[in-house]
């Protein structure tokens, strides 16, 4: 099967069918997305918490994101590759020409998502008249962390309104989909039927096109609560643990590795090596 593209994008909103799209960080994840069937994945800056343990996405660089996305696209043949380009990498249409430049031919991304309403409708323009595919990122832009909180946003009928002209001004400058983030439902829903590109939903309620998660989040791999936006379809960081303390114990009592694991000298060989022949 080839390659989603972006055209592929837009036929599953026309056509109804709800997209599926899944942050992605590198290779043997992609190789899993790829088995599971993900036909968009993000190469998000969100790497900045999960991969690199940091406390927001704002020190992320577009050298992180191209060394992500380049792992990223090693392992993954048939999804749609959408890559972040990070905190302040596109503050002038110059800035976000060379960015896209080093992110699509480093890192492989074949389109990219930049947080922001009609501040950003420029950049979004430069980049589409380019040939840059764009996705848009509206309601919480965790890159604005420090200006709006971690919060819901677009609650009240003055930012409902300002993010429903957003997402008009996205379209209208040539994104080819927008992210919306933790906004309500019916706002969403609202965005999602006035809009012709599809909308990818975190937090957004049912109502939209499709939905992203963060690969560690819908699989469980960090211990304690997840977002309230999130699903946990697995267990899979306690079955990590299991695995592993099962591994430390075997190796700590002796009983790994056995015959299984291990390669033999033949016993004339052994017998000349120890007489020092
Ligand atoms: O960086 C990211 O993972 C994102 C998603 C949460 C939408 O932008």
Known sequence: MRRTTIADFQTMKDEGRRIAMLTVYDYASALIAEQAGVPVILVGDSLGMVMQGRDTTLPVRVEDMIYHARMV?????????????????????????????????????????????????????????????????????????????????????????????????????????????????????????????????????????????????????????????????AEIGEQMVGALSHYVRQVEEGSFPTQAQSVSMKSDVLASLKAGE
């Open 73 to 233: 696209r090693q392992g993954s043949h048939k999804a749609l590759i959408v890559v972040d380009l990070p905190f302040l990498s596109y503050a002038t249409e110059q800035d976000a020409v060379d960015a896209a430049r080093r992110v699509m031919q480093e890192g492989g991304g074949q389109a990219l998502k930049l947080e922001g309403g009609r501040e950003i409708v420029p950049v979004v323009r430069r980049l589409t008249e380019m040939g840059v595919p764009v996705m848009g990122h509206l309601g919480l832009t965790p890159q604005s962390q420090h200006q709006i909180g971690l919060r819901a946003q677009a609650k009240q009928v003055e930012a409902a309104r300002k993010l429903l002209d957003d997402a008009r001004a996205l379209e209208e400058a040539g994104a080819f989909g927008i992210v919306l983030e933790v906004i309500p439902a019916e706002l969403a829903e609202l965005v999602s039927r006035t809009l012709t590109i599809p909308t990818i939903g975190i937090g957004a309620g049912p109502g939209c096109d499709g939905q992203v998660q963060v690969w560690h989040d819908v699989l469980g791999l960090f211990e304690g609560k997840s977002p309230r936006h999130a699903h946990r379809f």
